[in-house]
Each structure stands twice: as structure tokens, then as C-alpha cells.
């Protein structure tokens, strides 16, 4: 999902300046304090260094600003694959990436479920007593298992990924899609031009400081291997001495590119934060400007509204079922979403003066159940709701609204058919 790992306030220079110059800087004053003393010329070196610093030589000034402009350069322009890298993509087939994996996935399967025995088991002991400090304490760790898996963990087993960091990105990339039913790849180009300019920048804020981060962690490893490297193949004989020498030097680095990783896994953590708020807030306004004038009533009728949405705009040339532009007069919202119903409706007079029957015919297409099923209705032009006159040809029938009219149906079965049924008078009756 590049197009949400890239910068949308425009903010060019300052997410350069912080999140790749920066880095850079930083570590190449630690190499020339920490791994300078090393190499061969390092005393030659040193004085280069010193008359650079004191303007005594212009070309090895010039010379180091291009070296560092380089290596900022390097680190903008491969932003996205150096953090697909900390994700674990482009290694997860290995035995290591699998090896990770497996204790993440391990993990996953055992969270769900035992989130679900601590909320048993409390409220098993707050049926005895309702002040019970255990209860409390189940309370205080079902939240943070909860807080766990919705910041740290996919949705689903297939999408875990071998590193934590990769984890925490992709379990807000999925956040749209679990919450209301919006495919991030098809929509985030398309929401970031409703995102107002001051919440686009703290996002971008958000996501360079996740880049300083990662950048550090990432030459600080280059660091302590090119140490590592040194002190293998240059440092002759080998000796406690000659070890400790650049060991603790490597060793050093490493630590920082770890201690790096660390922070970033709880900016990227804050990031997702920004861009779940960023659906949270706009999505209705991404709406809107699609020409879409629906309001869901439901989180079912949302998610089924936006999953046809996004499937129009992935497949531009099909149109078998297109969706309307504005609310129909009957429409459904049913679970489990994306379960395929055919909907009919009819009007029939009666003998009684004034008063008519609309029929609603639910018909089931899908290889599923339906787990449930709402059914909105907008009584024809010129009548009025009858109440108590709903009726369902099979199975429970609740009216959980009248204006506008809303009843719940029960289960349908895999090709069956529910016929849901009111009276209606004419408005000047």
C-alpha cells in the first residue's frame, strides 16, 4: 500500500530535513567519533576532518556536503522500500521471515481467544460480587490485550507479517476496511484530497518522525556491520584486545539501531492513529464528492455501501449492478456484508377505502445465511405508515423505527424468500 506511506501535505523540505538529513547527520558525526579511530589512515583523517571544520579546506567541505546530500537523497527517494523492508516483506519467504512469522501467527491465534476467557471469566466473578479485585484486574488486562491486538495485529491470520513494525502498519492499513468497509488502496488517493490542510500536515509529522526513525535504525545497522567488517579483516592479530577494540564499537551501533527500531514502532503507532482519523472524519466527505448521496443507517448498510463503492472504482468497466447516486425508496443492510440479496417490491390496492399493502419480497442469492437483515422503507408518495400493519410471510419481524421506517427481519436461508408486508393510507385519509 505505497500511496499511504507517502507524504500528502507537500511539506517537502521539512520531511526531508528531518526524517533523511537528519539520520545522516546525526550518524556520520557517530562514525567519525566512534569508527574513525579504526581505520588505517585515521590520523590523516582527523586532520582533513579538523581543517574542514575550521574552513582551512574548501573541496573537502564541498566534498562532504555532496557526500551527505547523497545520502539524503538515498534515503528520501527509497523511503517506501526501506520501510517495506523493516515490515518484512521482501524477506518473509525466508526461513527466517517464516520462522518470525510463525511466533507472530502463534500469537494471533491464541490473542482472540484468550481476550474472550478473560471477559468470561469476569463477568462470572462480577455476577458473584461486583466488587471483586480480580474482576478489576481481568478488566485492566482484557483492555490491554485489546488495545494489543487493534494496534499491533491484523485482522486477519494471513496478513501477520514477521516483524512488529510491519504489524502495527498493516493493522492500520486495515483499519478502513474492518471499520466501514473501505479498501485503503482504492480510497486513500481519493480521501487525501478532502483531508484538510492542517490534519494532512500532522500526519505528515506523524510519518516523518517514523522516517527519522527507521533512516537512523537503518544506517546505524550499515554502521555496525561496516565495523563488524573492519575489525574481521583489518584488525591483525587477533587478540582480547584487538577485539574489545572494534567489538564494542559494533556492538554499539547495533544497540542504537535497535534502540531506534524500538521508538519506531510507538511512532508508527501514532501515525496510524492519524490516518484512522483521517477515514473517521472524511470518509463522508469522499462520499459526497463521488457523487453519492446515500446516508447509511447502519454500520452493515456502510460497510455494503462502501464494498461496492470501492469495487466500481477498482473495475471502471463493470456496471452489471450499478449503484445508485442517491438512497432507493427500499434498500437492505444485512450481514455478514457483501451477502447478495434481490429485492422486489410491489404495491397492492385493497378492497378498504384509501388504504394499500406495499410488498417487499427478500430474496436470498448467496451460499450464506443471512445473519441479519434491515429492512428501509420509504412509504409511496402521498401515503402514510399504518401502524401495527407490518407483517413477515416466515420467521420474526421487529419494527425499530417508523419515520423512517426501518424493520428488522431474522434469518434467510441460501435461496429463500421473505415476503415483508404494510398498509399504507393515502395522507389525506
Known amino acids: ?29 557517530l562514525n567519525g567519533l566512534v569508527t574513525l579511530p ?59 521471515g517464516w520462522l518470525w512469522m510463525y511466533r507472530k501467527k502463534k500469537v494471533y491465534v491464541h490473542a482472540g481467544p484468550l481476550r474472550l476467557s478473560l471477559r468470561y471469566l469476569r463477568r462470572q466473578l462480577q455476577a458473584v460480587n461486583v466488587n471483586d479485585p480480580l474482576a478489576k484486574e481481568m478488566q485492566s488486562e482484557q483492555t490491554r490485550l485489546a488495545l494489543y491486538i487493534n494496534s499491533e495485529m491484523p485482522d486477519r491470520l494471513d496478513f501477520v507479517l514477521p516483524t512488529r513494525f510491519g504489524n502495527v502498519i498493516r493493522c492500520f492499513e486495515r483499519y478502513s476496511d474492518v471499520a466501514y468497509g473501505i479498501d485503503a488502496i482504492i480510497a486513500w488517493p ?46 591483525t592479530p587477533w587478540s582480547v ?27 508508527a503507532k501514532a501515525w496510524g492513529e492519524q490516518v484512522k482519523s483521517a477515514f473517521d472524519l472524511y470518509r463522508f466527505d469522499l462520499l459526497k464528492s463521488l457523487g453519492y448521496q446515500q446516508q447509511p443507517s447502519t454500520y452493515f448498510e456502510e460497510q455494503t455501501l462502501w464494498d461496492r463503492i470501492c469495487v466500481q472504482l477498482l473495475y471502471a468497466d463493470s456496471r452489471e449492478k450499478p449503484l445508485e447516486y442517491k438512497s432507493a425508496a427500499t434498500r437492505v443492510s444485512a450481514s455478514p456484508v457483501g451477502v447478495q440479496l434481490d429485492i422486489q417490491r410491489a404495491m397492492v390496492a385493497t378492497a ?37 400493519s407490518a407483517r413477515v410471510s416466515q420467521g420474526n419481524l421487529t419494527v425499530t423505527n417508523v419515520a423512517p421506517l426501518e424493520l428488522r427481519v431474522g434469518v434467510i436461508a441460501p435461496g429463500a424468500r421473505v415476503t415483508v408486508s404494510y398498509a399504507v393510507r393515502t395522507a389525506a385519509a
Request: glycine share 8%; aromatic share 12%; with cysteine.
Open 38 to 96: 579504526l581505520l588505517p589512515s585515521a590520523a590523516a583523517l582527523q586532520i582533513h576532518l579538523k581543517d574542514i571544520a575550521t574552513g582551512g579546506e574548501t573541496w573537502g567541505a564541498l566534498l562532504l556536503v555532496f557526500f551527505v546530500l547523497v545520502a539524503t537523497g538515498f534515503l528520501y527517494n527509497l523511503n517506501i522500500p526501506i520501510i517495506r523492508l523493516y515490515e518484512g516483506y521482501p524477506w518473509k519467504e525466508s526461513w527466517l
Open 241 to 267: 584486545e584487538s577485539v574489545t577494540r572494534w567489538g564494542w564499537r559494533s556492538i554499539f551501533f547495533l544497540g542504537l539501531a535497535v534502540l531506534f527500531y524500538s521508538f519506531a514502532i510507538g511512532r
Open 1 to 29: 500500500m505505497t500511496s499511504l506511506l507517502s507524504s500528502i501535505s507537500g511539506q517537502f523540505g521539512k520531511s526531508v530535513f528531518l526524517g533523511a538529513l537528519f539520520p545522516v547527520l546525526i550518524v556520520a558525526i
Open 352 to 388: 378498504m377505502n384509501g388504504i394499500s399493502e406495499v410488498q417487499v419480497a427478500i430474496e436470498n442469492k448467496d451460499s450464506r445465511p443471512t445473519q441479519l437483515v434491515v429492512l428501509f422503507e420509504t412509504p409511496p408518495d402521498g401515503y402514510k405508515f399504518i401502524l401495527d
Open 190 to 235: 481519493r480521501l487525501v484530497a478532502k483531508i484538510e490542510p492542517g490534519f494532512a500536515s500532522t500526519i505528515d509529522e506523524a510519518k516523518t518522525s517514523v522516517d527519522f526513525m527507521i533512516n537512523s535504525s537503518l544506517l546505524c545497522t550499515v554502521s555496525g556491520i561496516a565495523v563488524g567488517m573492519i575489525g574481521i579483516f583489518r584488525q
